[in-house]
């Protein structure tokens, strides 16, 4: 390969072949090598009926395969498949087991190996992250944005604000961190940030059942 530069210098590189890198041995194929000894068989349907089915075609499919690997199919079914609300997991490491789980997913019976259920519907809840995630100046961009957070913020604040020694948004938007980083300050403020996000975030629509 030739490079002529704007003062004519004619410079040359001679490229060769790299030296063949060789693989480590990773002890196995594919994910059998990585696999535990028990991996779960997840199934699903949209009622029970619905899972007694797909439990009733992968026993099918299991039995006529005999050379499927538990934890190929395991993959198979958590990644390839729609979850719904009524649920099985089968637990196996050998093909015995796993056929005796499906066969009593398939006619509803208790199984050691078996894991049964049906998702219910719940109340929303919102966790909030405790001490150690404070920082001098956080929530002030959103104050200065958006007025619902602004509210929330102040509202919170005149509340502890009867309970601490210094004003929480003088030490929230300070500029001694050591002063945030005490319990009192570093709790009080990350709630009151933490109040104001959810406020927020509701006034754009989310309706949580449980606050």
């Known amino acids: 390969m030739s490079s002529f530069g704007i003062s004519g210098t004619n410079a040359?590189?001679?490229?060769?072949?790299?030296?063949?890198?060789?693989?480590p041995e990773t002890g196995g194929d594919g994910l059998a090598a990585?696999?535990?000894?028990?991996?779960?068989?997840?199934?699903?349907?949209r009622t029970e009926e619905a899972l007694r089915a797909q439990a009733a075609r992968l026993l099918a499919q299991v039995e006529g395969h005999p050379g499927l690997r538990p934890v190929d199919l395991a993959l198979s079914l958590a990644t390839q498949r729609s979850l719904f609300?009524?649920?099985?997991?089968?637990?196996?490491?050998?093909?015995?087991?796993?056929v005796r789980g499906l066969a009593a997913v398939c006619v509803g019976e208790p199984d050691p190996a078996v894991v049964l259920g049906a998702v219910e519907p719940g109340r929303t809840a919102f966790l909030f992250?405790?001490?150690g995630s404070q920082r001098l100046g956080m929530g002030r961009g959103l104050y200065e944005r958006f007025p619902v957070f602004a509210e929330a913020f102040d509202a919170v604040c005149a509340g502890l604000d009867a309970h601490l020694e210094r004003s929480l948004r003088e030490v929230v938007w300070g500029d001694d961190a050591s002063v945030l980083d005490g319990t009192a300050y570093a709790q009080a403020g990350l709630f009151a940030v933490e109040v104001a996000l959810f406020r927020l975030v509701e006034s754009?629509?989310?309706?949580?059942?449980f606050v």
């Open 12 to 23: 040359h590189v001679i490229l060769e072949q790299p030296e063949p890198v060789t693989e």
């Open 34 to 45: 990585l696999a535990p000894g028990i991996v779960p068989w997840v199934l699903s349907g």
């Open 85 to 98: 609300d009524h649920r099985a997991v089968v637990l196996t490491d050998d093909r015995e087991t796993a």
């Open 129 to 131: 992250s405790g001490q």
């Open 204 to 209: 754009w629509g989310v309706r949580p059942e």
